[in-house]
């Protein structure tokens, strides 16, 4: 069976995105798939969801895209532009597109 993949995007304000991110990856490992999460604006790799994954041995793989200042300035520099095109650039090349 060929079976194509699902992009979902999570957005707003608050807590959660991550972990509803977290809950469909899950199920999706469960069935076999592997997942790729891209989080932008964000970066962390301390969080408890880094740690989780690096032990558990499931195809899901975690990237971050961002500056942890982001979240205390809320000003958006070059940087912040910069970081957001290398995560656009590594959805494209998930996807199967030249980058």
Known sequence: M?????ILVY??????????????ALRAAGQGLQVLILQFMKR??????????ATA???????????RVFFRTRTCEPMDI??????LQA??????RNA
């Open 91 to 96: 959805f494209k090349r998930a996807m199967g």
């Open 57 to 67: 041995g499931l195809p899901i793989t975690l990237k971050q895209y961002g500056r």
């Open 2 to 6: 060929n079976r194509k993949g699902l």
């Open 44 to 53: 962390n790799k301390k969080i408890g969801e880094f740690k989780a994954l």
């Open 82 to 87: 910069y970081r957001a095109y290398q995560g």
């Open 11 to 24: 957005t707003g304000d608050g807590k959660g995105k991550t972990t509803a991110a977290l809950g469909m």
